[in-house]
């Protein structure tokens, strides 16, 4: 999979399937802005961010700019292409579109995966090159105590410059090389030069031989930072998992409070229809006035749930807008929105096979793919700090050339000859290596206790164990999970079959009740009990039938199929 992270639009195609979403390609989305230009990762290797090196124009940019970086976050997108008369036409495919393109919390989660992509340069910063130099000018006047210190106040200066250049290669060899000069001017007159011009050309290497021996070992914390990386990306999706759900649950709230709103308006309707017809028989003198109150007292209570019902549905559209970004564009904060979902009773009765589901969900699942990923960076940590606990055992080499030169004097009294000179004869003499100096050594540092590496080799054996059982508890807690939201959709089967078979029952019901009352052999009472009986078997019948969709929709979470089944797919 290429983790670029970024989530594509779903393809235009009517049928929602996940083969027709995988033909067609989509369009960045997101709420976050683009990053900087200066931070674009490279060509070469797509989780290593551009860093430029001295000499080129964006170093100079980089180091030494003033330019803070902005920070603006775009607007909501896509709303224009669902608005329809004033209103926002919203299938659940186009509901999720808007989700992925303005939904905050996603553009935080992969936010969050970057950050530990950058964590890869920087665990590369132990092989960069540097570059140091120095000038210093000292003066100093002392008095002396002999004659053979050349003056009776003797007055120097000194003007030591180093440059020099040290980088560590990939297989744990340091080297360094570097030129150093210095001026010594004096008033002693038993100096043969002065000012006294030195030259030397320094290079030094140290090769470690048992810790931090071989590329392998000096690349493990580029490819633990890897390994973490990797386990950012399945942490991504399973908060994605998450977030789609909860986004896919609020669209379902408001199909859910939609159709109880209705339910609930039937209700008033049928509470209204009552009550004319006994105020009609009041006024004819075929029912006591004491038989008017209790349509009157029902139509009040279907009043009451009717309001009940439409500030449930403000509340639920309420947070399906925060989910999809409306909030934050003040065309369509406020803009109705009308759901096109149907509400459907289940017709699939296949049964499930519960092992094989299990087993795709323990394929599937990101977070057992995290903990696996962990285990992986373990064995990485206990080999780092078992290279750690070796003893430095290094082979040390370093070779001088120098060289002398300024005005040299020669003789002594009336003899003494001056020869020009300058500090073009220290570089003659340091590139001519006339003058070397060279060594070669072997240096151990042993520690008699290393109580810190051992400590934190500990760790990372504490840590294998630690990831393995959580393997396993991972394991157990997924199949717990996919059995009990399979026992959910079979019950909610169950219950949307039981839920229509009382429906229809309470509405043969009402109408045997009403026949009843219109040959005058029941009462108002049975009539509108049957009404209640009616409008409750529906309301079940509405929430059985959401609900279905609501345990569907956690299956296919638990089972990690749901980015699939809705046309995600993460770059």
Known sequence: MNWKYRLLSFATATVV???????????????????????????????LLESPIFGQKAYFKRHFGNESPKFELRSAAKFEDFAVDNKLELSLRSYLQLVLANNVDIDIQRLGVEIQRNAITRAYAPFDPVLIGSFNSQRTITPTTNQLEGAATLNQLSQPTNLSYQQTLANGIN?????????????????????????????????????????????????IARSRLRIGQENFLTSLLQLMTNAEQAYWDVIGARESLRVQEKALELSSEALKRSRRELELGAISPLDIYQPEANYASAEIQVLQSRYRLQQAEDALRRQMGADLDSRFKLMPINLTEAVTPPTDDAEFDREKIVERAVRLRPEIRSVDESIVADDLSLKLQTNLLRPDFSLRGSYISTGRGGTQFLGAGSNRVVVPGGFGDALDQMFGFGFPIYSFGLQMRLPIRDRAATANYADAVLNKRRDLLTRRSTEQNVRQQVLNAISQVESSKASVKLAAVARDFAQKQLDAEQKKYDLGTSVIFFVLDAQTRLVNAEAALVNQTVQYRRNQLNLLRVTGELLDERGIKVQ
């Open 17 to 47: 399937t996940t083969s027709s979403f995988a033909q067609q390609a989509g369009t960045p989305l997101g709420s976050t802005p683009a990053p900087d230009p200066v931070f674009n990762y490279t060509k070469k290797d797509k989780d």
């Open 175 to 223: 080297f360094n090389t570097g030129f150093t000069a210095s001026k010594l001017s004096t008033n002693n007159s038993f100096a043969f030069f002065n000012p006294a011009l030195n030259a030397q050309l320094v290079s030094g290497v140290n090769i470690p031989l048992l810790r931090n021996r071989g590329t392998a070992v000096n690349k493990l914390p580029i490819t």
